[in-house]
């Protein structure tokens, strides 16, 4: 019989969830940020280290004496300490984040004072220079 010789039609499968696009991966990832990134376990909020696989989930925020340190660079060698700025502005701790603000201002307010220091000085210099002429023209007024 002709019953059964049917083909069988290929029904074309929905696909009823779409992958997420990255940017909303990405957005779940930072609204909810108690899960490893490495093997994916609900951890505590505030842990350095994932209780499971110990992977490290933040790093530790400078200490006070690596703060100092920092202010001091930023300040007496104005462009070194930019390096710890981006360092601690990378971390993903407020601590660390306002060490990072606190070492650029302290360098652009260097750099400012070093700007104004060197322009007193020349124009010192200049005056210095300007009444040393002066008193040549004044010996020698034929000149
Ligand atoms: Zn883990």
Redesign the pocket.
């Known amino acids: 019989m002709d019953a059964n010789t049917q083909q069988p039609q290929p029904i074309p499968q929905p696909t009823p969830a779409a992958p997420l696009p990255p940017s909303s991966q990405a957005q779940a990832s930072l609204s909810s940020p108690a899960l490893?990134?490495?093997?994916?376990?609900p951890?505590p909020p505030n842990a350095y280290f994932?209780?499971?696989?110990?992977?490290p989930?933040r790093t530790k925020p400078p200490s006070i004496g690596q703060q100092l340190s920092a202010y001091l660079v930023s300040f007496f060698l104005p462009p070194f300490g930019l390096a710890y700025s981006f360092k601690f502005l990378r971390q993903n701790d407020p601590i660390a984040k306002r060490a990072g603000w606190i070492t650029i201002i302290l360098t652009v307010v260097s750099l400012i004072l070093t700007v104004w220091l060197s322009e007193l000085f020349i124009n010192s210099l200049n005056q210095s220079i300007n009444q040393s002429l002066n008193q040549v023209n004044l010996l020698n007024p034929t000149f």
Not at 36 to 41: E, I, M, R, S
Not at 50 to 55: E, H, K, L
Request: net charge neutral; with cysteine; charged share 0%.
């Open positions: 490893c990134p490495v093997c994916h376990q951890v994932c209780p499971n696989c110990g992977a989930l």
